[in-house]
């Protein structure tokens, strides 16, 4: 008997270690549709987060650009932790330079976790805009960038929200208190990451202690919130309950 309990429970872990690992390699689209009366026709951009060069590979960026071949957008949003590792190559990000639209990034905690490079060292050998602590214009969209070491009361009292255009907000951690401060300023939608939501059940639950607005979609008041379970894996190429996913955002003209 104490063979059987002994073999059942290896094959029962072998099952689950297996899926999860598929589950880490496997990435999801997620779609998100709004509508505002701010824009006189229809935009659509992607969100990424969380993929972790460095930790990730060239190959992983790549699997993750060509998943994004047949969807239909006009710019890219980052939302930190594009590089989280020394070893990191600077020709790594190389894959983005395919994508032929936008692309605007903020830092995340990861970035800052660099000792011997600079995150900035990876950004100018690329065409991608940093937008920490700044905004930007594309056409009726005006982009709000929060870097990791900066605060939405900081960047939104220096730089005015004009509510009569679709607001839309970047900032890597879901912080509560930088959510409510964002609506209270008039941003339209936030988008965030950093959670993976939890990554693997049951470390969730622990996140959601420390994240109320762990992953998905929330409101407050007239502002909707989108946090991205990640693009992609940090630390084990693993996820159980959870999943990578590119967010494909359409704003209609509407009320």
Do not use: C
Request: aromatic share 10%; net charge negative.
């Amino acid at each position: 008997p104490l063979t059987y309990v002994v073999g059942s429970a290896l094959a029962i872990s072998t099952v689950i270690i297996t899926r999860a690992y598929h589950l880490g390699y496997v990435i999801t689209i997620k779609n998100i549709n709004l509508s505002s009366s701010k824009i006189t026709t229809s935009y659509s951009f992607i969100q990424l987060s969380d993929i972790h060069i460095g930790s990730n590979t060239k190959h992983d960026l790549e699997r993750i650009v060509q998943k994004m071949d047949n969807l239909e957008y006009d710019f890219v949003v980052i939302t930190g932790d594009l590089v989280d590792e020394d070893y990191a190559h600077y020709d790594d990000l190389t894959p983005l330079g395919s994508i032929k639209k936008p692309i605007y990034y903020i830092t995340g905690n990861h970035e800052y976790y660099l000792r011997h490079k600079s995150f900035t060292d990876f950004i100018e050998k690329t065409d991608i805009h940093d937008i920490n602590d700044k905004k930007v214009s594309f056409r009726e969209i005006d982009i709000y960038g929060i870097d990791e070491k900066s605060s939405v009361e900081k960047v939104l009292s220096e730089i005015d929200v004009d509510n009569n255009r679709f607001a839309l907000a970047l900032m890597h951690e879901p912080e509560k208190r930088e959510m409510i401060q964002a609506q209270q300023k008039g941003i339209d939608l936030m988008l965030s990451g950093h959670t993976h939501n939890g990554q693997i059940f049951p470390f969730t639950w622990m996140v959601k202690i420390r994240y109320p607005f762990i992953a998905g979609i929330y409101y407050l008041e007239n502002m909707m919130i989108n946090v991205s379970q990640g693009t992609s894996t940090w630390g084990p190429k693993m996820r159980w309950g959870t999943r990578n996913e590119i967010t494909h955002i359409r704003v209609s003209v509407g009320k």
